[in-house]
C-alpha cells in the first residue's frame, strides 16, 4: 500500500468516523424529543388538574385570593404554545417550575383551613397531584438524562463541528428553580410575616 | 413442612463423622481396587476377582461424591429448620420431599415461576427442580424464596441459585431490570440485541454497582426514585450478594441471586462440627431475615393509592416442577459439551472432508485425472465439497447461536 492507498485510509476512517458521530446525535436528539413528549404528557396531565383544586380551594380561601389568581395566571402562560428552541424550552420549564411552586404553597396553606382538611374532592385531588409529580419528576429525570448525553456528544470534540453542520443545538435542562433549592420558609409558604 | 427443630450438636457431629467414614471408606476403595483388579488375572477366577475389584472402584468413586452431598442436603435441611424454628411469620418447605406443597408454593399470589420467564434475569428455560422453599409475609408483604435449579428443554441447567419474589402493594407497569454493572463492553453485549434499552440515570455511586434495563424509560424512574437507588445500594452492601439481581415487574419484585447456594461447603465435613456450625447457623438466620430486610429496606409495604390506575395483571405462563436436587448430567460444563462438542464435530467434519475434497480439485486442475476416473473424482470431490461446506456452516451456525444464549438473560427479550 503506498501513500495514496494510506492517505485513503485516513480519508475513510475520518469520514466514517464523523458520520457515526452524526449518527449519534441525531439519535440522541430524537431521545430528547422523546423524553420532552413524555415531559409534555405529565404536565398537561398537571394543568389539567389545576382548575379542579383552584375551583374547591377557592370556596373557602378567601385570603389566598392573590395565591389563586397567580397560579391561574402562571397555568395559563404555561399552557401557551411556544416553540422549542433551547432558549424557549429553558423559560417554558422557568414558568413550570414557578407554577409548581406556587401550587405547592397553595397546597400548604389548606393545611390552615380545617374545613378544606376534610373535603373528600380535595383529598383525591391533592392524592392525584402527588402521583402526577411523581410521574412529572420521572419524566424529568428521563428528559435531563437524554440531554446530558446529547450536550456531551456536542461538546465533545469533533462534536461541535459535527453539531453545527447538523444544525444540532445544546438543549437546558429541566432544574428546580432557584427558590426550590433554598431551604423552605414556612412564613413564606404560608404567605405570613413575622 | 418442616416441624420445629432445635439443633442437635452431638447428633450432627455424630452424622458428619459418620458421612466423613462413609465417603473415606468409598474413595479408599475406589483408589485400592483399580490397581488390584487390574493386577489380578491369569485364570478364569481370577479374571473374575480382578473384575470385582474394577466394579467395586467405581461404585467407590461414585459413592464418595454422593455421600458427601447427601449429608451438604441432611445439613441443610437441619438448619433451615432450626433457623425457622419458631417463626410463625415464616414456612420452611423441603421441596425435596414435599413436591406438592414446593409447587403450591411456587405457584402462589407471591411467587409464580413462569413470572421469570422474560424478566431478563435468568435464562429461556422449560422447567424448575425446587430444593427448599421459605414463604410467608415480610410486613403484610407476601413473600417466597427457593433455592432452584431452572431447566431448558433439553434438560441443562439454565440458572443455578435462589429466587426471591415479593408480591407489591403498589404494582408497577412495564418492565425495569437492575442487574450488575459488566463495564461498557460488556453491558453492550449483555444486552444486544434485547428489546429493553440502557437506562442512564444520576447516581454515580449506584451506576458504579448496577446496571438498569427497562422498557419504559418514564415509569422505571417512577420506580427508582433517587431514594430506591439508595435503598438497592444498602441491600446489596447487606445480601452481600454478587449476584444479586432485580426486577420489578407488574405486582412483583423479582430477585435472582446467581450461584448462591444454602448448603454448607463440602470440605466442611472434614472439620469438626464445633469450629465451624455457629457461622453457617448465622448465615442461615441471615438468609431466614432477609426478606423482612428486603421489605424493610425497599419500603415494599407502601400502601397503593386509593386511585391509582387499576393495574391488569398479566399472564404468566405455567412451568413444571420438580423436587430435589438438577440432574448431575445438567450442569453449564455438560451443556457446553453436549450443545458446543456436536457443532465442532461438523466443524472438524467439513474441514477435513471440504479440505480433502479441495485438495483433490486442485490436484486435478494442476495435474489432471485420467479420462476413465475423470467423472467419477470429480463426483466425489464435488460431493466432499458440498458436504463441507454444510458441515462448515452448520457448526458455526450452531456455536455461534450457543454463544449468542451463553449466559445472556437480557438477550432472552427479544425486539417484537
Given at each position: 500500500?503506498?501513500?495514496?492507498?494510506?492517505?485513503?485510509?485516513?480519508?475513510?476512517?475520518?469520514?466514517?468516523?464523523?458520520?457515526?458521530?452524526?449518527?449519534?446525535?441525531?439519535?440522541?436528539?430524537?431521545?430528547?424529543?422523546?423524553?420532552?413528549?413524555?415531559?409534555?404528557?405529565?404536565?398537561?396531565?398537571?394543568?389539567?388538574?389545576?382548575?379542579?383544586?383552584v375551583g374547591l380551594a377557592g370556596r373557602f380561601m378567601e385570603?389566598?385570593?392573590?395565591?389563586?389568581?397567580?397560579?391561574?395566571?402562571?397555568?395559563?402562560?404555561?399552557?401557551?404554545?411556544?416553540?422549542?428552541?433551547?432558549?424557549?424550552?429553558?423559560?417554558?420549564?422557568?414558568?413550570?417550575?414557578?407554577?409548581?411552586?406556587?401550587?405547592?404553597?397553595?397546597?400548604?396553606?389548606?393545611?390552615?383551613?380545617?374545613?378544606?382538611?376534610?373535603?373528600?374532592?380535595?383529598?383525591?385531588?391533592?392524592?392525584?397531584?402527588?402521583?402526577?409529580?411523581?410521574?412529572?419528576?420521572?419524566?424529568?429525570?428521563?428528559?435531563?438524562?437524554?440531554?446530558?448525553?446529547?450536550?456531551?456528544?456536542?461538546?465533545?470534540?469533533?462534536?461541535?463541528?459535527?453539531?453545527?453542520?447538523?444544525?444540532?443545538?445544546?438543549?437546558?435542562?429541566?432544574?428546580?428553580?432557584?427558590?426550590?433549592?433554598?431551604?423552605?420558609?414556612?412564613?413564606?409558604?404560608?404567605?405570613?410575616?413575622? | 413442612?418442616?416441624?420445629?427443630?432445635?439443633?442437635?450438636?452431638?447428633?450432627?457431629?455424630?452424622?458428619?463423622?459418620?458421612?466423613?467414614?462413609?465417603?473415606?471408606?468409598?474413595?479408599?476403595?475406589?483408589?485400592?481396587?483399580?490397581?488390584?483388579?487390574?493386577?489380578?488375572?491369569?485364570?478364569?477366577?481370577?479374571?473374575?476377582?480382578?473384575?470385582?475389584?474394577?466394579?467395586?472402584?467405581?461404585?467407590?468413586?461414585?459413592?464418595?461424591?454422593?455421600?458427601?452431598?447427601?449429608?451438604?442436603?441432611?445439613?441443610?435441611?437441619?438448619?433451615?429448620?432450626?433457623?425457622?424454628?419458631?417463626?410463625?411469620?415464616?414456612?420452611?418447605?423441603?421441596?425435596?420431599?414435599?413436591?406438592?406443597?414446593?409447587?403450591?408454593?411456587?405457584?402462589?399470589?407471591?411467587?409464580?415461576?413462569?413470572?421469570?420467564?422474560?424478566?431478563?434475569?435468568?435464562?429461556?428455560?422449560?422447567?424448575?427442580?425446587?430444593?427448599?422453599?421459605?414463604?410467608?409475609?415480610?410486613?403484610?408483604?407476601?413473600?417466597?424464596?427457593?433455592?432452584?435449579?431452572?431447566?431448558?428443554?433439553?434438560?441443562?441447567?439454565?440458572?443455578?441459585?435462589?429466587?426471591?419474589?415479593?408480591?407489591?402493594?403498589?404494582?408497577?407497569?412495564?418492565?425495569?431490570?437492575?442487574?450488575?454493572?459488566?463495564?461498557?463492553?460488556?453491558?453492550?453485549?449483555?444486552?444486544?440485541?434485547?428489546?429493553?434499552?440502557?437506562?442512564?440515570?444520576?447516581?454515580?455511586?449506584?451506576?458504579?454497582?448496577?446496571?438498569?434495563?427497562?422498557?419504559?424509560?418514564?415509569?422505571?424512574?417512577?420506580?427508582?426514585?433517587?431514594?430506591?437507588?439508595?435503598?438497592?445500594?444498602?441491600?446489596?452492601?447487606?445480601?452481600?450478594?454478587?449476584?444479586?439481581?432485580?426486577?420489578?415487574?407488574?405486582?412483583?419484585?423479582?430477585?435472582?441471586?446467581?450461584?448462591?447456594?444454602?448448603?454448607?461447603?463440602?470440605?466442611?465435613?472434614?472439620?469438626?462440627?464445633?469450629?465451624?456450625?455457629?457461622?453457617?447457623?448465622?448465615?442461615?438466620?441471615?438468609?431466614?431475615?432477609?426478606?423482612?430486610?428486603?421489605?424493610?429496606?425497599?419500603?415494599?409495604?407502601?400502601?397503593?393509592?386509593?386511585?391509582?390506575?387499576?393495574?391488569?395483571?398479566?399472564?404468566?405462563?405455567?412451568?413444571?416442577?420438580?423436587?430435589?436436587?438438577?440432574?448431575?448430567?445438567?450442569?453449564?460444563?455438560?451443556?457446553?459439551v453436549g450443545e458446543g462438542g456436536m457443532s465442532l464435530v461438523?466443524?472438524?467434519?467439513?474441514?477435513?472432508?471440504?479440505?480433502?475434497?479441495?485438495?483433490?480439485g486442485w490436484y486435478g486442475v494442476t495435474e489432471g485425472y485420467?479420462?476413465?476416473?475423470?467423472?467419477?473424482?470429480?463426483?466425489?470431490?464435488?460431493?466432499?465439497?458440498?458436504?463441507?461446506?454444510?458441515?462448515?456452516?452448520?457448526?458455526?451456525?450452531?456455536?455461534?447461536?450457543?454463544?449468542?444464549?451463553?449466559?445472556?438473560?437480557?438477550?432472552?427479550?427479544?425486539?417484537?
Open positions: 500500500m503506498g501513500i495514496a492507498g494510506g492517505i485513503s485510509f485516513v480519508v475513510v476512517a475520518i469520514l466514517a468516523g464523523a458520520y457515526f458521530w452524526y449518527a449519534t446525535l441525531i439519535a440522541r436528539r430524537n431521545k430528547v424529543n422523546e423524553a420532552m413528549s413524555s415531559v409534555d404528557v405529565h404536565l398537561n396531565q398537571r394543568h389539567d388538574l389545576i382548575p379542579n383544586i385570603h389566598e385570593r392573590g395565591l389563586l389568581a397567580e397560579v391561574t395566571r402562571l397555568r395559563e402562560e404555561a399552557r401557551r404554545p411556544t416553540g422549542s428552541t433551547p432558549a424557549e424550552t429553558g423559560k417554558r420549564f422557568e414558568v413550570e417550575g414557578q407554577l409548581g411552586q406556587r401550587v405547592g404553597q397553595l397546597l400548604v396553606s389548606m393545611e390552615a383551613y380545617p374545613q378544606l382538611k376534610s373535603d373528600r374532592p380535595l383529598l383525591e385531588a391533592q392524592q392525584t397531584w402527588t402521583e402526577t409529580e411523581a410521574q412529572i419528576t420521572a419524566a424529568r429525570r428521563f428528559y435531563n438524562a437524554a440531554v446530558n448525553q446529547l450536550n456531551n456528544a456536542i461538546q465533545i470534540f469533533p462534536g461541535p463541528i459535527i453539531a453545527a453542520i447538523a444544525g444540532v443545538q445544546a438543549m437546558p435542562l429541566f432544574e428546580a428553580p432557584a427558590a426550590a433549592r433554598l431551604a423552605p420558609n414556612v412564613d413564606d409558604l404560608l404567605g405570613r410575616r413575622p | 413442612m418442616t416441624a420445629d427443630a432445635p439443633v442437635e450438636t452431638t447428633f450432627l457431629e455424630r452424622r458428619r463423622r459418620l458421612a466423613l467414614r462413609g465417603a473415606a471408606s468409598a474413595l479408599f476403595v475406589g483408589i485400592v481396587s483399580f490397581p488390584l483388579g487390574t493386577a489380578i488375572g491369569g485364570s478364569e477366577t481370577a479374571d473374575t476377582i480382578g473384575g470385582a475389584f474394577v466394579f467395586a472402584g467405581i461404585i467407590g468413586v461414585v459413592a464418595a461424591p454422593w455421600i458427601v452431598r447427601a449429608w451438604q442436603g441432611f445439613m441443610r435441611r437441619r438448619m433451615i429448620a432450626a433457623a425457622v424454628a419458631g417463626r410463625p411469620d415464616i414456612r420452611h418447605i423441603d421441596g425435596e420431599h414435599d413436591r406438592r406443597a414446593s409447587e403450591a408454593a411456587l405457584s402462589s399470589a407471591a411467587f409464580s415461576l413462569g413470572a421469570f420467564h422474560d424478566s431478563g434475569l435468568v435464562e429461556a428455560f422449560q422447567a424448575g427442580t425446587v430444593q427448599h422453599v421459605l414463604t410467608g409475609h415480610a410486613r403484610d408483604v407476601p413473600f417466597a424464596i427457593a433455592e432452584v435449579a431452572l431447566l431448558d428443554a433439553k434438560g441443562y441447567r439454565m440458572f443455578g441459585g435462589v429466587l426471591a419474589s415479593f408480591r407489591l402493594a403498589r404494582p408497577r407497569p412495564g418492565l425495569t431490570i437492575v442487574t450488575r454493572d459488566h463495564g461498557v463492553l460488556g453491558n453492550l453485549l449483555a444486552s444486544a440485541g434485547s428489546r429493553v434499552e440502557r437506562l442512564p440515570l444520576e447516581d454515580t455511586d449506584f451506576e458504579g454497582v448496577f446496571e438498569v434495563y427497562g422498557d419504559d424509560p418514564v415509569g422505571a424512574r417512577v420506580v427508582l426514585t433517587t431514594t430506591m437507588l439508595e435503598r438497592l445500594k444498602a441491600l446489596d452492601e447487606r445480601a452481600h450478594a454478587r449476584g444479586f439481581a432485580c426486577a420489578f415487574r407488574g405486582e412483583h419484585l423479582l430477585i435472582a441471586f446467581s450461584g448462591m447456594s444454602w448448603r454448607c461447603p463440602a470440605w466442611r465435613i472434614v472439620r469438626p462440627i464445633d469450629a465451624w456450625l455457629h457461622d453457617y447457623a448465622e448465615w442461615l438466620a441471615g438468609l431466614v431475615e432477609l426478606p423482612q430486610d428486603i421489605v424493610r429496606t425497599l419500603n415494599l409495604a407502601a400502601p397503593a393509592a386509593d386511585d391509582a390506575p387499576r393495574y391488569v395483571p398479566e399472564v404468566v405462563p405455567a412451568v413444571a416442577i420438580d423436587s430435589g436436587p438438577a440432574d448431575v448430567f445438567s450442569s453449564g460444563l455438560w451443556r457446553l461438523y466443524v472438524a467434519s467439513g474441514t477435513i472432508f471440504g479440505g480433502v475434497a479441495l485438495i483433490g485420467s479420462t476413465n476416473l475423470f467423472w467419477y473424482f470429480w463426483g466425489l470431490i464435488a460431493a466432499g465439497v458440498v458436504y463441507g461446506v454444510y458441515a462448515l456452516a452448520l457448526g458455526l451456525r450452531q456455536l455461534a447461536h450457543l454463544a449468542w444464549r451463553w449466559n445472556a438473560p437480557l438477550r432472552t427479550l427479544n425486539r417484537p
